[in-house]
């Protein structure tokens, strides 16, 4: 079935020489650490719009972001990289320097995003505080970023998570703007922290049986 909104599949790879995954998620509700719903979002399974094979998650109001709890009275949760959209155009950012001091790098990325289609987003990390590190995207298989000897964090030690979902900041949260009429959704699935971009790619998951129902510690 074609689905009718914007899909994007978001995957995470870092950079190692023993290839596995760390986590992985054919969208479904479990393994996930928490489920957050705020205002008038929604969160659930779907059979009838996925990648390959039935489910897919699907989000509405409420693309992804790397979060921490800070106990610093200049921030409590603080997101570092993120990927978000503006029109059909996609971005993502880093943050470095400190809580209290933070510097943020926006990339805007030279990709179409194209409604009713899936689409796969892959990202290459190297999370450093000093200038040793590089952040990297593929999108659709094309290779749309790639920064190195670059600051990809802040300079504190909190554990980061991943998170996705519709974030409506601007919206509901910052109610800077106000949001346009219908109904937004995004729907996931494929989704993977893997120590190379091959072990991410949802073309390896074909080729190996693989459980993504738990995160492996």
Same mark, same amino acid.
């Given at each position: 079935?074609?689905?009718?909104?914007?899909?994007?599949?978001?995957?995470?790879?870092?950079?190692?020489?023993?290839?596995?995954?760390?986590?992985?998620?054919?969208?479904?509700?479990?393994?996930?650490?928490?489920?957050?719903?705020?205002?008038?979002?929604?969160?659930?399974?779907?059979?009838?719009?996925?990648?390959?094979?039935?489910?897919?998650?699907?989000?509405?109001?409420?693309?992804?972001?790397?979060?921490?709890?800070?106990?610093?009275?200049?921030?409590?949760?603080?997101?570092?990289?993120?990927?978000?959209?503006?029109?059909?155009?996609?971005?993502?950012?880093?943050?470095?320097?400190?809580?209290?001091?933070?510097?943020?790098?926006?990339?805007?990325?030279?990709?179409?995003?194209?409604?009713?289609?899936?689409?796969?987003?892959?990202?290459?990390?190297?999370?450093?505080?000093?200038?040793? &590190?590089?952040?990297? %995207?593929? +999108? #659709?298989?094309?290779?749309?970023?790639?920064?190195? =000897?670059?600051?990809?964090?802040? @300079?504190?030690?909190?554990?980061?998570?991943?998170?996705?979902?519709?974030?409506?900041?601007?919206?509901?949260?910052?109610?800077?703007?106000?949001?346009?009429? &219908?109904?937004?959704? %995004?729907? +996931? #699935?494929?989704?993977?922290?893997?120590?190379?971009? =091959?072990?991410?790619?949802?073309? @390896?998951?074909?080729?190996?049986?693989?459980?993504?129902?738990?995160?492996?510690?």
């Amino acid at each position: 079935m074609k689905p009718a909104a914007i899909f994007p599949v978001l995957l995470v790879a870092s950079s190692s020489a023993n290839a596995k995954k760390i986590f992985c998620n054919e969208g479904t509700t479990e393994s996930w650490d928490l489920a957050q719903v705020e205002h008038n979002g929604y969160l659930h399974e779907t059979t009838d719009v996925y990648f390959d094979r039935p489910p897919a998650l699907v989000a509405g109001y409420n693309i992804a972001q790397f979060i921490a709890p800070f106990d610093s009275s200049c921030d409590s949760y603080m997101p570092t990289t993120m990927m978000w959209m503006v029109g059909s155009q996609l971005f993502t950012r880093t943050k470095h320097g400190s809580v209290c001091n933070q510097t943020i790098v926006e990339y805007p990325l030279d990709v179409d995003v194209t409604a009713g289609d899936w689409h796969r987003v892959i990202i290459g990390a190297s999370w450093q505080a000093s200038t040793t &590190g590089f952040l990297k %995207v593929w +999108y #659709d298989g094309k290779k749309v970023l790639d920064e190195q =000897d670059i600051p990809t964090t802040v @300079t504190e030690t909190e554990q980061f998570q991943f998170r996705i979902g519709l974030y409506a900041n601007g919206w509901y949260d910052d109610r800077t703007r106000q949001p346009p009429e &219908g109904i937004y959704e %995004v729907f +996931y #699935d494929k989704i993977a922290i893997a120590t190379t971009k =091959d072990e991410a790619s949802p073309d @390896t998951w074909k080729r190996k049986p693989i459980s993504c129902r738990r995160l492996t510690r």
